[in-house]
């Protein structure tokens, strides 16, 4: 049973950056895509990010491209998220997830198995 942990969360300014971490344990990362979500309240869980085994495919959800980053290290069985230029609607609660696949279906939830409990961000105007 993979247990992810996610952390590097907090309060900061609009403009700030943040990394995220997500480190797996009880199990590795290999061969299965990761990915990031975000929740914020009263909204439904987004997919953020997403990267394939290897890391030669990753994917964006539109709003974050360009500001922000998906990394893996698979030696350290840890995920990464740097966020850059952050915004107030960039504010929520970030999971990270381990997908059933190697690659595909990156931005369906159903498609990941195991989730994190979130770390909170909070990016005030």
């Known amino acids: 049973q993979v247990q992810l942990v996610e952390s590097g969360g907090g309060l900061v300014q609009a403009g700030d950056s943040l990394r995220l971490s997500c480190s797996a344990s009880?199990?590795?990362?290999?061969?299965?895509?990761m990915g990031w979500f975000r929740q914020a309240p009263g909204k439904e869980r987004q997919f953020v990010a997403a990267?394939?085994?290897?890391?030669?495919?990753?994917k964006y959800v539109d709003s974050v491209k360009g500001r922000f980053a998906i990394s893996r290290d698979d030696a350290k069985n840890t995920v990464y998220l740097q966020m850059n230029s952050l915004q107030s609607e960039d504010t929520a609660v970030y999971f990270c997830a381990k997908s059933k696949y190697s690659s595909g279906g990156d931005d369906i939830p159903a498609s990941y198995e195991y989730w994190g409990q979130g770390t909170q961000v909070t990016v005030s105007s």
């Open positions: 990267i394939s085994w290897g890391g030669a495919s990753t």
């Open positions: 009880g199990g590795t990362i290999d061969y299965r895509t």
